[in-house]
């Protein structure tokens, strides 16, 4: 069993910036990770997403060169850094862990554990 909980989120102006933290529990943090957002109406989508390494490390288009994800393993702990924020970007932001993989996966199906979320809201 995995805990995942997500903190850092709020409301920002856009051009803005926030950084995400996904505190995990439960057994040893040696498994991918990714971020996922959902906005209103909408399904929820990939963000990004890191291997247990931190080596392969992969970004949706929509983020790239804004976003960094990262994780400290000693700290059990994973990060998004979340730059230059756009209204586009209002969404609950999830982190998920998929502990059948070393490398992250697109794949929301595939991730076997989340968090309860935390919402981020980018004001134009």
């Known amino acids: 069993q995995v805990q995942l909980v997500e903190s850092g989120g709020g409301l920002v102006q856009a051009g803005g910036s926030l950084r995400l933290s996904c505190k995990a529990s439960?057994?040893?943090?040696?498994?991918?990770t990714g971020w996922f957002r959902q906005a209103p109406g909408k399904e929820r989508e990939f963000v990004a997403g890191?291997?247990?390494?931190?080596?392969?490390?992969d970004y949706a288009d929509s983020v790239k060169g804004r976003f960094t994800i990262s994780r400290d393993n000693a700290k059990n702990t994973g990060y998004l850094q979340m730059n230059s924020l756009k209204p586009e970007d209002t969404a609950i932001y999830y982190c998920?862990?998929?502990?059948?993989?070393?490398?992250?996966?697109?794949?929301?199906?595939?991730?076997?554990?989340w968090g309860q979320g935390t919402q981020v809201t980018v004001s134009s």
């Open positions: 998920a862990a998929d502990t059948r993989r070393a490398i992250a996966t697109m794949e929301v199906g595939l991730y076997e554990y």
């Open positions: 439960g057994r040893s943090f040696r498994y991918a």
């Open positions: 890191i291997s247990w390494s931190g080596v392969s490390i």
